[in-house]
């Protein structure tokens, strides 16, 4: 067995047979997205279609409580809370992950955090028989801080237990099951199914069932190895965990480059949200989380998602085959996240982010005018179909998937749950924002609203392009080393590498350090 402080040996070695994908892995990764980032989805989505039929329910249970209809102002206020609520929640959510992973481990979290699905889908599901519609908004809330926990502890889990030359393709399985998440309650909301008077508190109930599934399955799963060594000092659990996770004995390699990264770090501590934003040698890192974050959700995918039914309607689409049409959207979006799974190794994350960001500001700016021109030109109304198609496209391969991928390899492991916590808060901050905004700018702008959001995709591609490195089967340690020249600080090592640095010739010390070419 290897002492905590012998040099580090190549991985290289046997680099075959633990970076293939186990059953275990694979079980793993698909039961967590299934049990959080499907719920995510699902809970995006599952309100659209029912909405009249519970925004009926609303002012049914207000006259029988009062005896007299409520007022349409009152009605928008409570559906637009109904509705906020949910953001609202996933940044409360956000603020959790720091405290919550750092003192009950990754695999903890996701477990305490199944009992706050539980508890809002028998809320939501009981609403109707209660006569109540405020726990509904209540349990949106709930719901809320669900899906902030979710959508950051799942790919810091899963970027943990991975290896390096498969963390991108299981770090977009999270994105993958949203969107599943959201196929599915466009499916299941479909009025001839639930999406109807009798059918959506099912609806909304359905939302408990994968909470369920994840709270009895995962305890079997092993926690993050990265979490038992570093944190927890637990080498031996760390041990049995990787060698469960890779499938083979050998693991010392990946354990080395553990105590690697913890000799690195002992210094700093852990970090707080506080010593994150403050501290030189990650100033960078956060900077292009909150970047990346913001343009993901200020780049208009809301907005084009909101506009979508009135533009296949100009299209000539019937009305009531336009909600057959969204699920086919709702299809494409699964289909290109998928690809998103299977190329983001070979292509790298860089590629993905530039290529879908360039997508979706080409697709707002044709957008924008096709709208403008429907009017007069018939076949405009065909290219502003084809513009959703390809924006939903772009942003499914790019945008969706890889910032959460991205938080996971740029930061090490005393500072992941702050910037998790920071790119959580950005994420929903910003989705909040765009919920809010986005009616007045439509109301005010109508179809030039699309311009704004192709300049916001234009900003944030240039930054990745000047910026963000390139992760792909990198570990954290030579990630860290690529950002260290990007800050403009050094890296604290062990002596022994320290002394094998200053004992290579001049001219050749590149060998030991990532070339600044990579950035």
Excluded at 299 to 322: K, Q, T
């Amino acid at each position: 067995m290897k002492k905590k402080g012998a040099k580090r040996e190549s991985s290289e070695g046997s680099e075959g047979a633990k970076g293939k994908m186990t059953l275990l892995l694979g079980l793993v990764a698909l039961i967590s997205a299934f049990g959080s980032s499907f719920q995510y989805g699902y809970n995006v989505s599952v309100i659209n279609s029912p909405a009249p039929y519970m925004q009926d329910f609303y002012n049914q249970t207000y006259f029988n409580r009062v005896g007299v209809p409520m007022d349409s102002g009152l009605q928008t206020l409570l559906w637009s809370l109904t509705v906020s609520m949910f953001p609202l929640g996933g940044l409360f959510g956000s603020l959790m992950v720091w405290p919550l992973v750092n003192n009950c481990g990754r695999k903890g979290t996701l477990l305490i955090n199944n009992l706050f699905s539980i508890v809002a889908a028998v809320l939501m599901g009981t609403s109707e028989l209660a006569k109540t519609f405020e726990v509904i908004i209540l349990s949106r809330v709930i719901m809320g801080i669900y899906a902030g926990l979710a959508s950051n502890v799942v790919p810091m889990f899963l970027g943990e237990m991975s290896p390096k030359n498969l963390r991108g393709a299981i770090g977009v399985v999270p994105q993958l099951f949203i969107t599943v998440g959201i196929l599915v309650a466009q499916i299941l909301g479909l009025n001839s199914i639930l999406g109807n008077a009798e059918g959506w508190p099912v609806l909304l109930g359905l939302t408990g069932i994968p909470s369920l599934i994840q709270l009895l399955i995962l305890p079997f799963f092993p926690e993050s190895p990265r979490y038992l060594l570093i944190q927890k000092g637990n080498e031996e659990q760390a041990r049995k965990a990787l060698q469960k996770l890779r499938g083979c004995d050998d693991v010392d390699d990946e354990i080395e480059e553990m105590y690697q990264e913890d000799r690195s770090e002992k210094e700093e501590g852990q970090f707080s949200v506080l010593s994150l934003c403050t501290f030189r040698g990650l100033r960078w890192q956060l900077i292009s989380i909150i970047v990346m974050m913001m343009g993901q959700q200020l780049s208009g995918v809301n907005g084009v998602f909101y506009y979508a039914d009135r533009i296949f309607e100009s299209a000539g689409v019937p009305s009531n085959s336009i909600q057959y049409v969204t699920v086919s959207i709702g299809a494409i979006n699964v289909v290109m996240t998928s690809l998103a799974v299977l190329i983001v190794e070979s292509l790298g994350r860089r590629i993905l982010l530039l290529t879908g960001f360039v997508l979706c500001c080409a697709s707002c700016a044709v957008l924008t005018l096709a709208l403008n021109l429907q009017h007069t030109i018939s076949w405009m109304s065909y290219l502003s179909i084809a513009c959703v198609i390809i924006y939903i496209t772009g942003h499914a391969i790019g945008p969706s998937p890889i910032p959460s991928v991205m938080i996971s390899e740029l930061f090490l492991q005393s500072s992941r749950p702050a910037a998790f916590m920071v790119g959580g808060s950005v994420h929903w901050l910003s989705n909040f924002t765009v919920g809010l905004v986005f009616l007045y700018m439509e109301a005010g702008l109508g179809p030039y609203s699309f311009l704004i959001f192709g300049a916001i995709c234009l900003a944030t591609m240039i930054y990745i392009f000047i910026v963000v490195p390139e992760t792909k089967n990198k570990t954290f340690m030579e990630i860290n080393r690529i950002m260290a020249k990007r800050n403009k600080v050094e890296i604290q090592e062990n002596k022994d590498e320290l002394q094998d640095f200053q004992d290579v010739p001049h001219g050749q010390e590149e060998k030991k350090m990532i070339s600044s070419s990579e950035l």
